[in-house]
């Protein structure tokens, strides 16, 4: 095959996958035009790559016209995740601390500057349920979770300079760490004092208590887990002051 061809392919792969992933984008579907103007292709181009994907079940067309992800699509996704051996061993801890806090607990694993949630449990009743989402992204140096698992990821003032890579840190609210220096400070005390605490850094009005999770490794953490609630309800001193109950929930040792 040409080095030409290979480029055409690759090019066209890419498309393909753009336009997959525009239709998650949109749950009540899009029109042909729409996603062609999505992705900046002609239209011929985009009808192909759709056709492609509905051949694989990855795409349907609903009876309006409009295109949405296919039932296979779906299936191949939640049997991915239910599959999951943290996804599975983190359920029960999630709902221990959901029933002990009456507050959203979370699962999440660190992705370059983003922390993505892994499981999200909400209480049954009584609990305002937070904006995160199975799959939603934060940044990592504003949440709980993102700095207990930047805390093991950088152990020096040069590695978080170099994650940091120059680049300013995105403040979600004014209590958001702002420089790399800051975040150093940050991380030493978090691997001095076991957790890591978000007081409402990254969203206004919402703290977090965080712990590593070891679930698939003795000595390096898989994730972390997080207790989140509201301010007002459940203030961050709370959280702090009952962190060998968290612990031991996350550890899975016996309560008194």
């Known amino acids: ?9 690759l090019v066209g792969s890419d498309r393909v ?7 998650a984008r949109h749950p009540d579907g899009i029109g042909l035009e729409e996603m062609a103007r999505a992705v900046a292709s002609p239209k011929p181009t985009v009808h192909r790559a759709l056709a492609a994907l509905r051949r694989a079940g990855l795409a349907a067309q609903h009876g309006h016209g409009r295109y949405v992800l296919g039932d296979e699509f779906l299936r191949m996704a939640f049997a991915h995740h239910e599959a999951r051996p943290d996804h599975v061993r983190v359920m029960p801890v999630l ?3 959901c029933e002990r806090y009456g507050e959203t607990a979370h699962y ?3 992705d370059g500057h983003s922390v993505v ?8 009743a009584g609990a305002v349920r937070l904006t995160s989402i199975v799959g939603g992204r934060n940044p990592a140096h504003c949440t709980a979770v993102g700095k207990v698992l930047l805390a093991h ?6 590695a978080v300079r170099a994650w940091a890579d120059g680049r300013t840190l995105e403040r979600p ?21 076991g957790y890591a605490a978000d007081d409402q850094e990254n969203e206004p009005g919402v703290n977090c208590v965080a712990v590593a999770a070891y679930l698939t490794s003795p000595t390096a953490p898989s994730g972390a887990i ?6 007002y309800r459940t203030p961050i001193d709370r959280l702090v002051a009952d962190l060998p109950a968290i612990r031991a929930i996350v550890s899975g040792e016996d309560l008194q």
Not at 174 to 193: M, P, Y
């Open 173 to 193: 609210t004014g209590r958001s760490i702002a420089t790399a220096g800051e975040l150093h400070a940050e991380l030493a005390r978090v691997r001095e004092q």
């Open 226 to 231: 997080s207790v989140s609630g509201l301010a």
């Open 108 to 110: 999440a694993v660190l």
């Open 1 to 9: 095959m040409s080095t030409q061809s290979q480029a055409d392919k």
């Open 117 to 124: 949630y892994r499981s999200k449990l909400d209480p049954d």
């Open 153 to 158: 990821a950088l152990p020096d003032a040069d």
């Open 17 to 23: 996958l753009a336009v997959l992933a525009e239709l």
């Open 95 to 97: 709902k221990a601390l």
